[in-house]
């Protein structure tokens, strides 16, 4: 049925699908249209590469972006192997009873906790209880917990796409069930499970309450040396800039820049997301 | 209730007392059954009777339910298989298994067939020489061997299902147990697959699950009749074809049910 048909058909209904869409496309192209248009004329490459200046009235803002990508970084090196492997456990070893079940609806109400409470919890187990001070660590490690429920969910619904029928077939010539998982499950779910993983940690590079508490800092001389400094992070120098600054007004401009550098740095990490899933697909057809 | 079959070579596999619970279920009732080496022996019956499952005992793919609970003995080689010194994955390198849908590893022909090889540790550089001679014998080398390296799943089904069965010889098991092997392919891809079972009967014991009651007169020579869970009957094949001992395994050959 093509476009046409639809709508002879159903006109109503089509109609009022057709118009949720433009809808939602409406205020996302609104959205994108007002940052970027204001945001490019501060976009340049020295806003890329330089540090801010002159009270960030001035200069560029690459400490904030150095740090949110090595905060990233720390986020998927506290969260992804664990997560994998909880996933892993909970999908392929563990028996489906009243136990498993109440870990399930626990992971899941975890991932619907607001972000705010991750941040307090991160200032009070990593900051002040492992005496990590606030840092980028205690600040990866608490945006680490934040990404781990969405990681472990989305990997475990790509482990069960693959059919019970792969299993059997390598268990059949063989294979143990840990052989079976590392040959057979775990590259047959790879863009399932790299799709889930890049979303939940391009959605904590954008996290800004988290971070607040544990490690951001508004000013930071220089990059990041250490794990145990406080460091520049995009979300919460736009917060500073749009709500803290002392000349909100002659920042404006900066902070719709650095804006749109966020958005397109989330918008990398999903296209790699794309290429990954795309690669693996490819292969298995 | 069951008579013991007049089988003259050794029974490689032994099934004695055999029952199967999943839950409270019982879907095998007190199996007693020897399965003759080196040649094919038959389960038939209509569905739900148990004979799948009764396949699936013999290389334990049970494990992998937790519900399931079985009681009796099942020896293979005169080893109890649910012994606790048992190793279910040698087991099963020994009981291979062709199942009813063809499920070819996402990955290349070739290493659908290499797999098995590497995880039981055959020596490296005899592998790519195994995986041709178990392409072979499946009859489907001349079919694949320009695209050794294209993902399996472009193969037909029919091509699929016999790749599986390379993948499942070139382990070198004893006997392949094969779940209506063909209940997903067409005619041709059918006929291809029982030449080929009648030409792996001279290295293997195997056991086959057939709806086809045709396909269990041309390929098998022993078969068993199942119903409700017990096995009825058990004898040579033209026996039971032609002259079944129990009123229940005429009905069934004769189409009055199932």
């Keep these: 049925m093509n476009f046409k048909t639809i709508f002879k058909e159903n006109p109503l209904p089509a109609t009022m699908l057709l118009l949720c869409t433009l809808l939602v496309c409406t205020f ?23 540090a801010p200046k002159n009270g960030m009235t001035e200069g560029g803002i690459l400490p904030a972006i150095v740090g949110t990508l090595l905060l990233t970084l720390i986020t998927t090196l506290a969260s992804l192997p664990i997560g994998i492997a909880c996933a892993i456990y909970l999908s392929e070893y563990a028996e489906n009873n009243t136990t498993t079940q109440i870990i399930r609806a626990a992971i899941r109400n975890l991932a619907g906790v607001p972000s705010i409470i ?4 991160g200032l009070a187990l990593f900051v002040q209880g492992l005496q990590l ?40 010539l063989g294979a143990t069930q840990f052989e079976t998982i590392r040959d057979i499950v775990l590259p ?98 | 209730m069951v008579q013991a079959a007049l089988v003259k070579t050794k029974p490689i596999i032994e099934v004695s007392n055999l029952n199967l619970y999943f839950g409270e279920k019982q879907v095998l009732k007190n199996i007693q059954l020897d399965v003759p080496e080196k040649m094919v022996t038959a389960l038939i019956g209509p569905s739900g009777c148990g004979k799948s499952t009764l396949l699936r005992t013999l290389n334990r793919l049970h494990d992998l339910s937790p519900d399931a609970r079985i009681t009796g003995k099942v020896t293979i080689d005169e080893q109890d298989i649910f012994h606790r010194n048992t190793l279910v994955n040698k087991l099963r390198k ?18 659908n067939v290499a797999y098995g090889l590497q995880i039981n540790g055959f020596p490296k550089d005899k592998i790519p020489q195994m995986v041709e001679e ?10 694949v061997k320009d695209k050794l390296h294209e993902p399996a799943t472009r193969l037909s089904g029919g091509q699929q299902q016999r790749l599986c069965i390379a993948r499942t010889i070139a382990v070198k098991p004893e006997i392949i147990l094969m ?27 195997i056991v086959i699950v057939t709806h086809n009651m045709q396909q269990a007169v041309r390929v098998s020579d022993f078969t068993a009749f199942m119903y409700l869970g017990e096995l009825i009957e058990f004898d040579e094949t033209h026996k039971i074809f032609n002259n079944p001992e129990k009123q229940l395994t005429e009905n069934y050959i004769k189409g009055y049910f199932g």
């Excluded at chain 1, 994108?32 to 004329?41: A, H, P, T, V």
């Design chain 1, 28 to 50: 996302l192209f609104l959205i994108l249209g007002e940052i970027f248009s204001k945001g490019l004329s501060a976009l340049s490459w020295s806003f890329i590469f330089d």
């Design chain 1, 118 to 121: 991750y941040g307090l919890f």
């Design chain 1, 133 to 172: 001070g606030t840092s980028i660590l205690s600040a990866g490690l608490t945006l680490g917990l934040l990404s781990l429920p969405y990681i472990i969910t989305t990997t475990e619904e790509a482990l069960k796409t693959v059919p019970q029928s792969m299993r059997e077939g390598a268990l059949a």
């Design chain 1, 188 to 285: 047959a779910s790879i863009p399932g499970i790299a799709t889930g993983v890049i979303l939940s940690l391009s959605r904590a590079a954008g996290e800004t309450a988290p971070i607040l508490f544990t490690g951001a800092a508004f000013y930071v001389t220089g990059l990041p040396g250490n794990l145990f400094q406080e460091f520049m992070a995009l979300p919460y120098h736009l917060y500073m800039l749009t709500t803290q600054h002392q000349s909100i007004a002659t920042v404006r401009p900066l902070a719709y820049g650095t804006a749109a550098v966020l958005i397109l740095l989330v918008f990398m990490l999903n296209i790699v997301a794309f290429m990954i899933r795309n690669k693996f697909r490819n292969q298995l057809k």
């Design chain 2, 94 to 111: 020994k009981v291979g298994m062709v199942f009813q849908k063809p499920n070819p590893f996402p990955k290349s022909i070739y290493d």
């Design chain 2, 134 to 143: 178990s392409l072979r014998k499946s009859y489907i080398f001349d079919e």
């Design chain 2, 179 to 205: 779940d209506e092997p063909c209940s997903a392919l067409d005619p041709l891809s059918t006929l291809k697959i029982e030449e080929l079972i009648l030409e792996l009967k001279n290295d293997y014991t």
